[in-house]
């Protein structure tokens, strides 16, 4: 078994993730659901962006020089939806290289504390299960119909 196998309910989250971006326009990127939340929808999706290209492909496997800046010049659902799958198909390719008994390995974050590959790697996934609620949320705000995510397929 390798990470990509433990981690299989990974591949739905992205997959529900995607179908909720496909939910929105251009001009709803710019919707901030409250004055006392600072994200946008843009900025929503942009940190999920982030914090999978950092955790995974700056801190575990060093394939970035430095932690990445949320690339600002993504201005598009199109862009947005092209970053989101690449991301996503360049650490599932990683993943699907990782036994699972590596998963105990401890990884060196640079500057900072040395978690277990575990812990990051269910850190991202949280992170962007979390991030998709808020992303639900400004769809309804939006008054716009959410993907339905409680059915197998």
């Known amino acids: 078994m390798n990470a990509a196998q433990y981690f ?6 992205h ?18 659901p409250s004055p006392h939340y600072e994200r946008t929808v843009k900025d929503i999706l942009l940190h999920i962006i982030n914090l999978e290209e950092a955790w995974i492909h700056f801190v ?18 199109e862009a947005l939806q092209h970053k989101l799958q690449n991301v996503f198909s360049e650490t599932m390719i990683y993943l699907n290289t990782v036994p699972v ?22 850190h991202v996934l949280e992170q962007q299960i979390h991030h998709r609620g808020e992303l639900f949320l400004c769809i309804s705000l939006l008054g716009k119909e959410r993907p339905i995510l409680d059915r197998p397929e």
């Open 8 to 13: 299989d309910h990974w591949n739905t989250v």
């Open 15 to 32: 997959r529900d993730l995607l179908r909720a971006v496909a939910v929105l326009s251009d001009d709803d990127l710019s919707f901030q």
């Open 60 to 77: 575990i496997r060093r394939a970035l020089p430095a932690w990445p800046e949320e690339d600002q010049s993504l201005n598009s659902v």
């Open 101 to 122: 008994d590596d998963l105990n390995r401890v990884v060196q974050v640079p500057d900072d504390g040395v978690p277990k590959l575990s812990w990051i790697l269910w």
